[in-house]
């Protein structure tokens, strides 16, 4: 299911360098709730603006292996569509600027030009770019340690040079998929869905939330890299061992519900590592107990 996945990127990948993508937007894939119409279709909008038609494409190939799918209502549907549109237009420099010219629609009461100084780590940055190029410069901001180094930059529809930059970033977007970024971005959800087609397998009860852990990435930056490596760490510590049957988690939702209440904006993950290994401790003993021989 994983190789559909990256087949299906590459096939979009190369359809948009050429200028092609997959011109005709995709329909609404067959047998979709209607209760998910309204947001399949908004995500369709969405990803058509954030990268293209044939992005859209890829979504509605992710959306379809959930039709039907024993164990997933119309809720649990919802919120897959919902979160992966989210996932699937991460914010980097180059939707912000998209965002930035969509103030200069030209409607009544549109705002006037104005700046925005947003905060990213250079790594970010040069991820945006081709990977060919970014691995390069990668490896040598590690060397240097200015990997994590933050630089702020301006996204300004205040004056020409700024709208002209705008457009010369959005229009980078013919790229985005070539990005290291992207690259880790499609292994992210990938993973995603194959957790949740292992929660559905195993543990169908926790589905909903190891969905919902989606939502813990969001953003750019500091607040992007803390959610990245929290959702990390609930997975591997959690989650992946618990489906591997390394952990006896029987009440696997509840965890990954108590886990991310003890998620901070801590670099160093005190909380959630001690919240993690209490769980893991009071899952071992448990288990020990169950099994115990009785005294005779």
Known sequence: MADRGILSSLRYLFADLIGDDDDTPPFLPEGLPEPVMAVASEAIHLLIDYQGPGYAHLYV?????????????????????????????????????????????????????????????????????????????????????????????????????????????????????????????????ERWLHMIDRSLTKQPQAAPAIIRTASMIEGYGDVYRQGMADWNAIIDSLVKPTFDGALALPDLGNAVIEARAAAMPDPRQSVLKRKIAEIRARATADSYRQFRPSPE
Request: aromatic content about 10%; some cysteine; overall charge positive.
């Open 61 to 189: 190939s992710r959306l379809r292996r959930f039709i039907n799918k024993q164990g997933v209502d119309d809720a649990m549907l919802c919120d897959i569509a919902q979160l992966m549109a989210a996932r699937m237009s991460y914010e980097d420099p180059i939707r912000i600027a998209q965002l930035k010219l969509f103030e200069l629609d030209g409607r009544p009461g549109a705002p006037a030009g104005s700046v925005d100084v947003k905060k990213f780590r250079i790594e970010e940055l040069v991820g945006a770019l081709p990977a060919a190029i970014a691995e390069y410069l990668l490896d040598a901001l590690e060397w240097a340690g200015w990997l994590n180094k933050r630089v702020s930059i301006r996204f300004s529809t205040a004056s020409r040079f700024g709208i002209r930059r705008l457009k010369i970033e959005a229009g980078l977007r013919r790229w985005r998929l070539f990005s290291v970024r992207y690259a880790r971005e499609r292994i992210w959800v």
